[in-house]
C-alpha cells in the first residue's frame, strides 16, 4: 500500500474515532507533503472531509482537477466523500468534469 492511501486512511480512522488532534496532525503532514511537491489532491480531500472540513476538501478536489489527479474520475463513487454530494461547490465540480452524480445515475435506472 502506498504512503498516501496509508495517510489517508490513518487520518480517516482517527477521525471517525473521535481522535480529532491525531487526524488533524496527518492531514498537517499530508499538507505539508503537498507543499513540497508530492501530489495529495485526493487524500487530502478525503482527510479533510473526514474532519468535516467541507471548504478545504472542496478546494483540493478542485485542485485536484486542475492537476488532472486520475483520482478525480472516482469522486462521484468515493465513499469517503459521499458527505459533499450535497453541496453546491461539489455537484459544480462534478458537472465541469461531465461526470454523472449517482443519484443521477439511478433516477435514469428507474426510469429506464
Known amino acids: 500500500m502506498d504512503r498516501n492511501r496509508i495517510m489517508t486512511a490513518l487520518a480517516e ?3 471517525r474515532g473521535g481522535d480529532t488532534k491525531k ?11 503537498a507543499r513540497n511537491g508530492q501530489p495529495m489532491f485526493i487524500p487530502i480531500a478525503i482527510a479533510a472531509t473526514a474532519l468535516g472540513e467541507k471548504e478545504l476538501a472542496l478546494e483540493w478536489l478542485s485542485k485536484g482537477i486542475e492537476n488532472r489527479d486520475i483520482l478525480v474520475a472516482y469522486l462521484t463513487v468515493m465513499p469517503s466523500l459521499k458527505s459533499l454530494h450535497d453541496e453546491p461547490r461539489y455537484k459544480e465540480l ?17 426510469a429506464g
Open 23 to 33: 487526524a488533524r496532525a496527518v492531514l498537517e503532514q499530508m499538507l505539508e507533503m
Open 13 to 15: 480512522a482517527h477521525a
Open 94 to 110: 462534478v458537472e465541469s468534469m461531465k461526470l454523472r452524480h449517482p443519484s443521477t445515475q439511478r433516477r435514469r435506472r428507474a
